[in-house]
């Protein structure tokens, strides 16, 4: 888009709003931006290009390089994603009359004037948190929508009786935008944030903040935004970044684009199933949650029976000499594991601490690794292995289930979902057998690199005739110049498990149906205890009979403070009539929002025989937005229609949903949760058959 043309697109419907007398302020600001934006971007380019063309680093040099080419490239991709509409709106102050721009990201420029002022910014709150009983100074705000670049609407609010140059709807910039059609990927919702949500984004992320909602009550676009807002305003998170947990593959589908969006790409975004390798073949417990405590000792017993020194002495066969290796050597080495450390890696630290015992029998003349490929093949090695043996958390796992009738199975590893907190336990605990065999490989490498140095080194001195009165024989055999010579690019290099932790913050989206030993897995992976703990008690399937703080309590994270939201802005007021006495049934104080909407749909009722015409006819009549059958398995979906049970649905929002035989979803509070999550996914309509 050229700096001369128009960044409004406005309907005829909206000529009035079209006047020069209400734009040409954003006329001119928006050309600004698009002639920074380009200037922005070529100076990115060039400050890329030299990072890329800078001479090999080593250490926080090296890291710190990393580091500034990811910035760089993560803001060239947030600059050419959104151009203009980087812009969500602007705010005039009540006293100063000075506009000032609210956008995605900040932006200045050459000048270092200020054009556009990150919405995470202390600057930005005002425009998201004002309200006519707390107008926080200002005395208007503007909303922009944007459609190809283009501003296709705005919404103006006045908080003062004399604002002047607005253009004033009946309806609010959020209100107008609740009734748009649903798409496979979450709105863009930043510009509409609202001051209660914005609230909550904003809160300090030390200890634990609940963010209880109803449906609809916009909590996963708090959870979403949140991220985002932490790791720009507490640097000290990226250190070790930022955790979000969604229910299901389809929810983190529906919303992976909202975060790329923010500017943010450092969030690791997962469900439960992706914290374990098992996870993704693991198949889904239907049952209640069993207590896996007991099967966790269990676990714990398992461990320690491989961690017991040998009661006997021996002697080491060397080249140097036959060494005495005592009982209580042996209890030394074993004790010297350090406390907490996985089993597999407490393994190489005793192992490491044999060698040293060794090496002081020698006299300390002999290097740790020349004694390692000396004895790693005898018999001292054999009774090491046989009394501290490598460990797969699998494989212990399985056979803690066998060992148990009630639990026990054709196939012992054949997981299910009830499995995972177990497994994850186990892994904690033990540690990554894979992990293991690449230190093997790499300390296999590392060995075989020295043998080649040595090699080298011996070459140097003999085609060069080199006495030790010199000195430069004895250099060349030193460690320093060793090191220097190694070919360190050949050897094996651990990759990270990036979902092992530990985090800055984790963020966990439809947290009431997290077990106990769920939430363990995640008190794992945040020993700083900062979380921010997303849900609804009502939509527990399973019941949650304690207050929110009690239950974080239980599970590790004490002192939790809970933010209530309680505006429904998704499901129109006729569907919230026919959902809430669901809920009540079962749940009389449940936390039912209210509706501030209405589609003037009432909710229909039919037979399941009618679901595919009556599918037919609503894509037939609406030529976008998306429609969700529930209850019905063998309804054929497309590419506008989804087929899903009420956990799947969880978290997502159609404009149609068509629940086929709800009373077939069960009794108690399991199905009266599966039939009000349901409901309550309609935007527009909702069909119940039979």
Known sequence: MSTTASAFALSDRNSAKASPRLIARDEQQFSAIASTLDDSLAQASRSLELQLRAPGREGQAALERDLEIHRIQSRMRTLRRFRLDLCLGRMVDAQTGEITYIGRTGLADADSERLLVDWRSPAAEPFFAATLAQPLGLASRRRYRWTLGRVSDYWDEAFVEDAADLALDDDSAFVASLGSSRSPKMRDVLATIQADQDAIIRAGSRGALVVDGGPGTGKTVVALHRAAYLLYSEPRLAHGGVLFLGPSRGYLSYVDDVLPSLGEEGVQVCTLRDLVPEGASAVEERSAPKESGELVRAVELAVLRHERPPARGMTVETPWADIPFRADDWEEAFDSAEP????????????????????????????????????????????????????????????????????????????????????????????????????????????????????????????????????????????????????????????????????????????????????????RRCPSRSITVVGDRAQARHGFAESWAERLARVGFPGAQVSTLQVNYRTPEEVMAVAEPVIRAVLPDANVPTSIRSSGIPVRRGRPEDARALVDAWLADHGDGLACVIGDASFEAGPRVRVLTPEQSKGLEFDLVVLVRPDGLGEGIEGAVDRYVAMTRATQELVVLG
């Open 340 to 523: 907490g450390a996985p089993h597999d890696d407490a393994r190489d630290q005793v192992w490491e601490r044999i060698l040293e015992i060794l090496s002081d029998r020698l006299g300390g003349q002999v290097p740790v690794r020349a004694l390692d490929r000396a004895v790693r093949e005898g018999a001292l090695f054999e009774v090491f292995d046989a009394a501290w043996p490598v460990l797969d958390p699998a494989a212990v796992v399985a056979d803690v289930l066998q060992s148990r009738p009630e639990l026990r199975r054709d196939d012992p590893r054949a997981w299910t979902t009830a499995d995972l907190p177990l497994l994850d336990a186990a892994r904690s605990r033990i540690g990554d057998p894979a992990a293991v065999e690449r230190r093997r490989r790499a300390a296999a490498a590392a060995a075989l690199e020295e043998e080649r140095m040595d090699r080298v080194i011996d070459e140097l001195i003999a085609a060069h005739e080199l006495d030790d009165g010199e000195g430069l024989a004895q250099m060349l055999r030193g460690r320093d110049i060793r090191n220097s010579l190694a070919d360190e690019a050949g050897l094996a290099v651990a990759e990270p498990d990036e979902l092992a932790g530990p985090f800055g913050h984790i963020v966990v989206d439809e947290a009431q149906e997290l077990t106990d030993a769920q939430w363990a897995m995640l008190l």
